[in-house]
C-alpha cells in the first residue's frame, strides 16, 4: 500500500468553526460565547440558525476566520467553549473531506447529515471579511 503525498498548507483558504446548541439554556451560553468572541477575535460571525441546517444536524452558528487568527483563536475556543460542540474545519476544494476528514471537534462529535451533498471539486474559501471589532485581547 502507498501513503498518498501531504497535501500543502495552501489548500487551506481559511476556516470555519461551528458552535453547536441544543435547547434555549444552551443557546444563551453559545449567544454569550458569540459576544466573547467578537470582543476577542477579528471574524466573520454568520447568522444564528436555531434548527438544523446545510450539513449540521443541531442548531448552530458559524465563525469564519482566516489562517493567521487560527493559533490564538481556536486554543481560545478549547478552554473557553462552555460544554458546547464546536466543530472546526479547514476550506480547501473539497467541502465533504474538509467536514468529515479534516475536522477537529472540541466536545461531542455530532453527525454531518447528507455528506454526498457536500462539494468536491470547488475553489477553496477565502476568509470573508471580519464583522467584529475586537476590544479585549484573547
Do not use: C, K
Amino acid at each position: 500500500m502507498t501513503t498518498p503525498d501531504p497535501q500543502a498548507l495552501a489548500a487551506i483558504g481559511s476556516f470555519h468553526a461551528h458552535i453547536y446548541f441544543d435547547g434555549p439554556d444552551q443557546r444563551e451560553v453559545a449567544m454569550a460565547l458569540r459576544e466573547q468572541i467578537g470582543a476577542r477575535f477579528r471574524v466573520r460571525l454568520g447568522n444564528v440558525h436555531d434548527r438544523s441546517i446545510g450539513p449540521h444536524a443541531q442548531a448552530m452558528y458559524q465563525v469564519s476566520f482566516d489562517i493567521a487568527t487560527f493559533g490564538n483563536f481556536v486554543p481560545w475556543l478549547m478552554l473557553n467553549r462552555q460544554g458546547l460542540a464546536v466543530l472546526v474545519h479547514p476550506n480547501t476544494r473539497d467541502e465533504r473531506r474538509d467536514h468529515l476528514v479534516h475536522a477537529l471537534w472540541l466536545g461531542e462529535v455530532l453527525d454531518i447529515v447528507g455528506p454526498e451533498r457536500l462539494g468536491t471539486d470547488m475553489d477553496a474559501e477565502q476568509p470573508l471579511p471580519p464583522n467584529t471589532t475586537p476590544t479585549i485581547a484573547p
